[in-house]
């Protein structure tokens, strides 16, 4: 059973940042990404980012693009992520997850508990 362990998340001003972490209870190399989703009230769960185990590719939703970095630090079995210039409409509980195999995007296997993120103008 694979354990995923958001922390990193609180209450920020608009403008500010924050660094969410994951920590997995597996080797992240056994992962062939692993990623960012974030639910805001009411909504659906969508997309954030997401990396490969590699760190060769990365990718971003459009509403996060150049605000947020993605990374990750095989060694400690954790991944990050760098989120800045804060908007409002980022407030959601995040959530990290990890998938075993291809491709980038889609069904994710193994999910965290979540973070909440809450940004206030």
């Known amino acids: 059973q694979v354990q995923l362990v958001e922390s990193g998340g609180g209450l920020v001003q608009a403008g500010d940042s924050l660094r969410l972490s994951c920590a997995a209870s597996?080797?992240?190399?056994?992962?062939?990404?692993m990623g960012w989703f974030r639910q805001a009230p009411g909504e659906e769960r969508e997309f954030v980012s997401a990396?490969?185990?590699?760190?060769?590719?990365?990718y971003y939703a459009d509403s996060v693009k150049g605000r947020f970095t993605i990374s990750r630090d095989n060694a400690k079995n954790t991944w990050y992520l760098q989120m800045n210039s804060l908007k409002p409409e980022d407030t959601a509980v995040y959530y990290c997850?990890?998938?075993?195999?291809?491709?980038?995007?889609?069904?994710?296997?193994?999910w965290g508990q979540g973070t909440q993120v809450t940004c206030s103008s």
């Open positions: 997850a990890a998938k075993i195999g291809r491709p980038l995007v889609g069904p994710y296997d193994y």
């Open positions: 597996r080797r992240t190399f056994s992962f062939y990404a």
């Open positions: 990396i490969t185990w590699s760190g060769i590719s990365t």
